[in-house]
Structure formats: C-alpha cells, structure tokens
C-alpha cells in the first residue's frame, strides 16, 4: 500500500489561494483546483558548491510525468527524464494513483505551512500583511520587504488605465502602495498555534524586545491583508479589492462563520473563478448561492 503524506501551503506574493500535495516515496501530485493534478516523479540531483572541496550533496527533485484527473484519468503524459526509467515510473505512478484517488475523501487537505512573515504596521507594530509562509523544519523563504498584491507579470504599472480608472489592476497598485507606505519594511515571523494564536520570532527592522512576544490569533486579518485604515479613501480600496480576492479568501480553512458568509456573498459575483476554485472550499455556508454561481459560470462556458 502507497502511504501518502497531504498537506495544504498558501501560494503568497501575491495571495492566490492554495496548493494541495500529496507525497509519496516515488511520486507526488500537486493540484491548485482539485481537478486538475501534477503528477510528478522523484529523482535524485546531486549539487555542490562553487569550490571542488565542497562536499557534494543530494537532494530530492520532483520531475513533472502526466497531468491527471480522479474522473477522467490520465489527460496528457509529458516527457520523462530518460535516466528515471520509463517503465519503472509508469509502474509507480499506477499504484500511487489508486493511492490518491483514496485520498479524496479527506480533501481539500489540512494546511501545513504555520511560519508566518507579516509586514507590521511601523507604528502599532502589529500583523498588517502576510508576506510569506512556510512548513516547520523547512527553509523560511526570503523577502525584500515589499507586499505584493498582483503579480508583475499579469498587471504591471504601465497597464493600469487612467489615472481615474478604478480597474483591477490600478485598484490592486493603489492597495499595494498604501500597504507598503504604512508597512516601511518591518517584518516579523510568527510561528502559528492550531488555536490561531502566535509566537513572535525574529524579523527585519524589529525592535528586539518584540522577539518572544505571544499574539492571540485575533491579532492577524483573517483575509491576510488588514482593513483597519484612518482614510476612508484606503478602507474602501483595500475593501474592493478583497472582495475581487474573494474566490481565492474562501479556501482558507481559518475563516470564522461571519468571514465566511462575507466572502461567500463576495465571490458568487465572480462565478468563473469560483467554478475553478470550489473544489477547495473548507465549508460551504451558502450552498444555495454556491449552485446558482456554478450554473452561471457553466451557462458562460457553453455559451462560447
């Protein structure tokens, strides 16, 4: 029998919702809809340093195999590294995907990933924006200080329309400056308790003495991004743009009943993202407002 180990991490810089893994020894998949997965097959690289006295060390890489549905099966095999073995591969991947499909019932998987990096508010010095995650015992990714609310490459500046368009994309640049401007580089990591709260680690531009310091889980936004600004103009900035977000909110299994209902309400507006995504909802509070969002979404797709 193929034991898996699942786990659930947040894809940060920008928030874009989850990316659910199951591992096993030989193979792992990874999927950001619940529908589509990555098959991927283990492999052994060897690396070592800039000096040949460096000790030469091996690392376990993944290499991607076949895309894979648990109702349609395989949908496109992909080139294989000749030196795994193509028939050893396709015997593994066989048993791990009657594996997986097993694993289904307990999907969307537990998150795994409770090391937090929040930029601080510079004044209050408490949780303002989630920068990065990680999973215990892992390497803590680096940052360069600056949040980000989109992705360069999708919404760059010179993209953004006129300087009274409330786009997307000019209302994500507006949020992202704003954050950053209150945020002025203090960052923290936490490590995150199952009952929300928090122990503060070290950070960058950290006074000292707030290493050690406990937060209740009230302490950090539930939407990752705080809603708590003096200017009206702002709030309502960072309001609309995490309503847009919202699709992608509802995939956090931390999100009390209230928050629910609110991003629920949000989302079923933008019903061909939450077509994609709903397969990773936690909890469904409006079943009835879910179903009318998927008829939406599939009337558009048919109607291409």
Known sequence: MTHLRCYARRRLQPFRGLVHTAEGDLMRAQTVNGTVWLLEAAAQQERRGWSYLDR?????????YAYWSPTEGELRRLPLDPRLGAEAVHE?????????????ARFPFAPDDPLELWLLD???LE????????AAGQPRPRSNGRWSAFRFQEEPPCALG???A???GRLAYQVEQAVNRRGNGVMQWFRRRPDGAAEGLDGVRLPPKLTGRTLPATAFPAALLGEDWSEPAVAARVRAYLERLAPRLLMLAALSDSQRRRWEAAAWN????????HRLYPR???PAGLKVALVKARLDQSAV
């Open 122 to 124: 510079a004044e209050s």
């Open 92 to 104: 593994s991947a066989e048993a791990f995907k009657q594996a997986l499909l097993e694993t289904q």
């Open 284 to 286: 469904v509070l409006d």
């Open 270 to 277: 933008h019903y061909g993202l939450v077509h994609f995504l």
């Open 56 to 64: 030469r060390r091996v690392e376990r890489t993944f290499q991607p």
């Open 162 to 164: 006129s300087a009274d």
């Open 166 to 168: 409330e786009t997307p």
């Open 127 to 134: 949780p303002l924006a989630l920068m990065a995650a990680a």
